[in-house]
């Protein structure tokens, strides 16, 4: 399995910014995808998660702002992110794991890529 992130950036407060992470070695409507987010001497945060049902969830600090989606046919998952916030400044990962059990916990996911900087400017 290999994920790829792409799509970050610099961006203004109240800006948008779309990551995508290119999937390959898996198929999308098998496992859970997920992004997570961190900051330095932070452990990884949930932030989204998609499962192979297509049922997707947000974190609360997210939630009406960001947008998990998919594209199976494609191998790619994407994370789109509006009215950014300077709290949102993390470096984001894409992750992928079979199952849905505990799917907002980092240490569950054996897939990860090699994440993608957001730094929103105020």
């Known amino acids: 399995?290999?994920?790829v992130e792409s799509g970050g950036g610099l961006v203004q407060v109240g800006g948008s910014l779309r990551l995508s992470c290119a999937a390959s070695g898996v198929a999308l409507n098998n496992v859970t995808m997920a992004w997570f987010r961190q900051t330095p001497g932070k452990e990884r945060e949930f932030t989204a998660a998609i499962w192979s049902s297509g049922f997707q969830f947000h974190a609360d600090s997210v939630k009406d702002r960001f947008a998990?989606?998919?594209?199976?046919?494609r191998g790619a998952v994407y994370l789109q992110m509006n009215t950014l916030k300077p709290e949102d400044t993390a470096v984001y990962y894409c992750a992928a794991k079979y199952g849905?059990?505990?799917y907002t916990d980092f240490a569950q996911y054996k897939h990860w890529g090699q994440g993608t900087q957001v730094t929103?400017?105020?």
Do not use: D, P, W
């Not at 998990?68 to 046919?73: C, L, Y």
């Open 68 to 73: 998990i989606s998919r594209n199976s046919a």
């Open 100 to 102: 849905t059990h505990l």
């Open 120 to 122: 929103v400017s105020s």
């Open 1 to 3: 399995v290999r994920l």
